[in-house]
């Protein structure tokens, strides 16, 4: 869109690809922080409005006019009598083959005819119709697909390397790796494996000695108040990373070069770490990076594609790397378990003090800002903990005049493989600090939502709060076992806003399911949400619906419970994102008009919100604040797959295969 408006092309006719891994792009190569709009608004800009200028300039020389007298209108160059010449065949003389510095005029937002008009994904029916191409759909040659597992020894690996269809199995440094004509052979070999497992960084644990381990961690709050306060402290439990698309990568490894295809959101620090582990000189890794069926924070890590480059090397061939769906439940990426501490202390209607000390099992940033030299300073005994400070206090913020306020955090605990699903800290912070809120209306004697009104900052703040609360009815009578949330959240230069109601009563929590009992149900949400300027405000829309499910979840229904040292969950029957049965019959996104003219972030901003109004609703519902997320986690509504597949295995033994 960014590209047709200053190009003066119709939009049908752009199309963008992906680019390899470009080491010279140094820290601008990284998908991740709801930044890529804000980061790229201005550059792609500006390179289009050049190719319009340079374009005009070669069509002056090929129609023979001056360039004030040339128009540029839907790919097409007019001079004034009327000759026209498409803008492909300037291409060529056009382009330049030296560098040159040149100024261009942007058009003002008043000129706009794309930017700022709903448009629908070019790429939504190929994926709904199975049509879109993602790694494991690419025909590279003799790659043939692998499983994964971590190994300690293994008995049989003769007996498995002789099963119909196997080529190849090997142990490597992260498990075991078989090779076969198709996956489904793979996972017959993997049942078949007699493996001997070395116990893990997080062998023995489970919830209750993390939450322990996270209460030791905690930083003090100070002084005990001497005016009165609200003080709690909230449990978040650990949720899975696991994107769509089962975390995959093809690899191609010869001796003198390799070639990568997998969806990353860090390619150049995945290309560099993948020549390391190879040894080979980094301009010898072709890196391809596919689009990737959904992510969420959980393709900054490149395991698989490390992985497959690998097993490709021991075994001198191509190969498909597919890790089974329970590797990414149980091995894969999770969301860190966390503790927020709040105390807030008030006199009368003002609140003088609002401290909040978060806890959490350490985040992996690992990948740094994606390229090597800040992956390795993470890495280091104190860079991991530099990153996560950083991030942590240039995310949060506090959104109300609340007198003298401080938020710290503590991390413990790397034993974990982490990662951030849909954000980092926001959720769980913002989600403590909305309670909290509630809590501080009534102990004030205030109503919730004039309370966050009158202690908002800023006028943009109030607005995206008094839509919500205007186009939710909010206040309205409401039957008993029921009631309304509302939450406010910024971030990302953009802020936003949402009311939810809820269903708590005991013929809605106890109706039967297919996957057991339903729970509580939020049947109605209104979002609101201003990110400055939305370049695509259907597309906006569609994320924040997104955002709503999550964030529905993330109160409700999903999480990861920890048990002997691994999760429970093995796929997507038993881990409950928002399903149809708990999603709201009612749902609306407004879409504030443009304010500062920029865009802001979004693909992250409406997860905390939306968690912290669904908390906040089920509080007023059922007259107990809620202190532990999701809701529900502890019932354990599934019979939990096993970590080991029995032996001999059957077709129809539960967990294909463990890493």
């Given at each position: 869109?960014?590209?047709?408006?200053?190009?003066?092309?119709?939009?049908?006719?752009?199309?963008?690809?992906?680019?390899?891994?470009?080491?010279?792009?140094?820290?601008?190569?990284?998908?991740?922080?709801?930044?890529?709009?804000?980061?790229?608004?201005?550059?792609?800009?500006?390179?289009?409005?050049?190719?319009?200028?340079?374009?005009?300039?070669?069509?002056?020389?090929?129609?023979?006019?001056?360039?004030?007298?040339?128009?540029?209108?839907?790919?097409?160059?007019?001079?004034?009598?009327?000759?026209?010449?498409?803008?492909?065949?300037?291409?060529?003389?056009?382009?330049?083959?030296?560098?040159?510095?040149?100024?261009?005029?942007?058009?003002?937002?008043?000129?706009?005819?794309?930017?700022?008009?709903?448009?629908?994904?070019?790429?939504?029916?190929?994926?709904?119709?199975?049509?879109?191409?993602?790694?494991?759909?690419?025909?590279?040659?003799?790659?043939?697909?692998?499983?994964?597992?971590?190994?300690?020894?293994?008995?049989?690996?003769?007996?498995?390397?002789?099963?119909?269809?196997?080529?190849?199995?090997?142990?490597?440094?992260?498990?075991?790796?078989?090779?076969?004509?198709?996956?489904?052979?793979?996972?017959?070999?993997?049942?078949?494996?007699?493996?001997?497992?070395?116990?893990?960084?997080?062998?023995?644990?489970?919830?209750?000695?993390?939450?322990?381990?996270?209460?030791?961690?905690?930083?003090?709050?100070?002084?005990?108040?001497?005016?009165?306060?609200?003080?709690?402290?909230?449990?978040?439990?650990?949720?899975?990373?696991?994107?769509?698309?089962?975390n995959c990568a093809i690899a191609d490894v010869r001796p003198d070069r390799a070639e990568i295809w997998s969806g990353l959101k860090a390619p150049i620090v995945a290309q560099q770490t993948i020549a390391a582990r190879l040894?080979?000189?980094?301009?010898?890794?072709?890196?391809?990076?596919?689009?990737?069926?959904?992510?969420?924070?959980?393709?900054?890590?490149?395991?698989?594609?490390?992985?497959?480059?690998?097993?490709?090397?021991?075994?001198?061939?191509?190969?498909?790397?597919?890790?089974?769906?329970?590797?990414?439940?149980?091995?894969?990426?999770?969301?860190?378990?966390?503790?927020?501490?709040?105390?807030?202390?008030?006199?009368?209607?003002?609140?003088?003090?609002?401290?909040?000390?978060?806890?959490?099992?350490?985040?992996?940033?690992?990948?740094?800002?994606?390229?090597?030299?800040?992956?390795?300073?993470?890495?280091?005994?104190?860079?991991?903990?530099?990153?996560?400070?950083?991030?942590?206090?240039?995310?949060?913020?506090?959104?109300?005049?609340?007198?003298?306020?401080?938020?710290?955090?503590?991390?413990?605990?790397?034993?974990?493989?982490?990662?951030?699903?849909?954000?980092?800290?926001?959720?769980?912070?913002?989600?403590?600090?909305?309670?909290?809120?509630?809590?501080?209306?009534?102990?004030?004697?205030?109503?919730?939502?004039?309370?966050?009104?009158?202690?908002?900052?800023?006028?943009?703040?109030?607005?995206?709060?008094?839509?919500?609360?205007?186009?939710?009815?909010?206040?309205?009578?409401?039957?008993?076992?029921?009631?309304?949330?509302?939450?406010?959240?910024?971030?990302?230069?953009?802020?936003?806003?949402?009311?939810?109601?809820?269903?708590?009563?005991?013929?809605?929590?106890?109706?039967?399911?297919?996957?057991?009992?339903?729970?509580?149900?939020?049947?109605?949400?209104?979002?609101?949400?201003?990110?400055?300027?939305?370049?695509?405000?259907?597309?906006?829309?569609?994320?924040?619906?997104?955002?709503?499910?999550?964030?529905?979840?993330?109160?409700?229904?999903?999480?990861?419970?920890?048990?002997?040292?691994?999760?429970?969950?093995?796929?997507?029957?038993?881990?409950?994102?928002?399903?149809?049965?708990?999603?709201?019959?009612?749902?609306?996104?407004?879409?504030?008009?443009?304010?500062?003219?920029?865009?802001?972030?979004?693909?992250?901003?409406?997860?905390?919100?939306?968690?912290?109004?669904?908390?906040?609703?089920?509080?007023?519902?059922?007259?107990?604040?809620?202190?532990?997320?999701?809701?529900?986690?502890?019932?354990?509504?599934?019979?939990?797959?096993?970590?080991?597949?029995?032996?001999?295995?059957?077709?129809?033994?539960?967990?294909?295969?463990?890493?």
């Amino acid at each position: 869109m960014l590209i047709a408006e200053e190009l003066d092309v119709p939009l049908d006719r752009v199309r963008v690809t992906l680019a390899d891994a470009r080491p010279e792009l140094a820290f601008n190569q990284l998908t991740g922080a709801s930044n890529t709009t804000i980061s790229t608004y201005t550059p792609i800009r500006v390179a289009a409005a050049v190719a319009r200028g340079r374009l005009l300039e070669a069509a002056a020389v090929e129609l023979g006019s001056a360039v004030r007298d040339l128009t540029l209108e839907a790919g097409v160059v007019t001079d004034r009598a009327g000759r026209a010449v498409g803008i492909g065949a300037l291409a060529e003389k056009a382009a330049s083959g030296t560098a040159l510095r040149v100024s261009v005029e942007l058009k003002d937002r008043e000129r706009f005819t794309v930017i700022g008009t709903p448009q629908n994904r070019v790429d939504a029916r190929a994926a709904v119709t199975g049509r879109k191409k993602f790694a494991m759909d690419l025909a590279v040659p003799d790659a043939l697909p692998t499983i994964n597992g971590t190994v300690g020894s293994v008995a049989n690996l003769d007996q498995v390397r002789g099963m119909p269809g196997v080529t190849d199995v090997v142990v490597m440094s992260t498990g075991v790796a078989v090779r076969a004509r198709t996956f489904g052979l793979c996972i017959d070999a993997v049942r078949a494996l007699d493996v001997s497992w070395r116990g893990g960084s997080a062998e023995g644990k489970d919830d209750a000695s993390v939450l322990a381990e996270l209460r030791k961690a905690e930083l003090p709050l100070g002084l005990p108040a001497v005016t009165p306060s609200v003080e709690a402290r909230f449990t978040f439990h650990f949720r899975s990373n696991s994107a769509l698309e089962p975390n995959c990568a093809i690899a191609d490894v010869r001796p003198d070069r390799a070639e990568i295809w997998s969806g990353l959101k860090a390619p150049i620090v995945a290309q560099q770490t993948i020549a390391a582990r190879l040894g080979l000189p980094q301009s010898a890794v072709k890196v391809h990076v596919v689009e990737g069926g959904g992510s969420f924070g959980r393709k900054l890590f490149f395991d698989a594609a490390l992985e497959a480059a690998e097993i490709s090397q021991k075994i001198g061939k191509p190969v498909k790397l597919m890790w089974h769906r329970a590797d990414d439940s149980r091995q894969g990426r999770a969301h860190p378990m966390a503790t927020s501490r709040v105390r807030a202390d008030y006199v009368g209607g003002s609140v003088l003090a609002y401290k909040q000390r978060h806890t959490s099992v350490a985040t992996d940033f690992s990948h740094g800002l994606g390229e090597v030299f800040t992956a390795l300073a993470a890495k280091l005994p104190v860079g991991d903990v530099g990153f996560s400070q950083t991030f942590f206090h240039l995310t949060q913020s506090m959104p109300y005049a609340f007198g003298l306020h401080s938020r710290l955090l503590s991390e413990t605990d790397k034993g974990f493989n982490t990662g951030s699903m849909r954000n980092v800290y926001s959720p769980d912070v913002t989600c403590a600090r909305e309670l909290i809120v509630d809590r501080l209306a009534g102990k004030m004697g205030k109503e919730p939502y004039r309370f966050r009104r009158e202690s908002l900052r800023d006028d943009r703040s109030r607005a995206v709060l008094d839509k919500v609360a205007e186009a939710g009815d909010w206040g309205r009578a409401m039957p008993a076992g029921t009631a309304q949330g509302i939450a406010f959240h910024s971030e990302y230069s953009a802020v936003s806003a949402v009311l939810v109601e809820i269903d708590c009563r005991p013929e809605t929590v106890e109706r039967p399911i297919r996957d057991g009992v339903a729970g509580p149900r939020v049947t109605k949400a209104v979002f609101a949400v201003d990110v400055g300027l939305a370049v695509n405000p259907r597309g906006l829309e569609a994320q924040m619906m997104g955002c709503v499910m999550d964030g529905i979840a993330l109160a409700l229904t999903s999480s990861l419970h920890l048990r002997d040292g691994h999760f429970l969950e093995a796929s997507w029957d038993n881990y409950f994102c928002t399903r149809q049965w708990n999603s709201p019959p009612e749902l609306r996104i407004i879409v504030m008009p443009t304010t500062t003219g920029k865009p802001g972030g979004a693909g992250e901003l409406g997860v905390a919100a939306s968690l912290a109004a669904v908390a906040c609703a089920y509080g007023r519902a059922t007259g107990t604040m809620p202190t532990t997320f999701p809701i529900n986690h502890g019932t354990l509504s599934f019979e939990p797959k096993p970590t080991v597949p029995p032996v001999p295995p059957s077709p129809t033994d539960g967990l294909d295969h463990v890493r």
